[in-house]
């Protein structure tokens, strides 16, 4: 598997991350059958893709990258689907998480 590859394969688990992060929201606390079950499906589908990657980039460079790009992308759902809109100090923080990541992927020896 080459490069191109592993990031295809990185940004299917980021989404899959943030698919099972919103229905564990829908879940309410995974009393809703339905939503439990797209969330548990998600995760595991997640975790196989985040193998993948690993198979090319290293762990810490990979779950940096995923962590980072899935909380990204977790908050801008949080926006558009629940409405929840971050303070200042959250969107502080969240431009530091851009700057790891961009930092972890760009300036380190993989």
């Not at 990031?7 to 879940?27: I, M, P, R």
């Not at 995760?43 to 990204?72: D, R």
């Not at 961009?102 to 380190?108: F, G, H, R, T």
């Amino acid at each position: 598997m080459n490069m191109t590859t592993s990031y295809l394969f990185l940004a299917l688990a980021v989404f899959l991350g943030v698919t099972s992060n919103s229905f564990a929201k829908s879940a309410e606390g995974f009393t809703l059958f339905v939503p439990s079950i797209i969330t548990a499906i998600t995760i595991v589908l997640c975790m196989y893709a985040l193998s993948m990657v690993m198979k090319n980039i290293p762990m810490g460079i990979t779950y940096a990258s995923f962590a980072g790009l899935t909380i990204l992308a977790t908050v801008a759902v949080g926006v558009i689907r629940f409405k929840q809109i971050p303070n200042l100090y959250s969107v502080i923080g969240l431009i530091f998480i851009i700057t790891g990541v961009l930092m972890v992927n760009l300036l380190s020896n993989k």
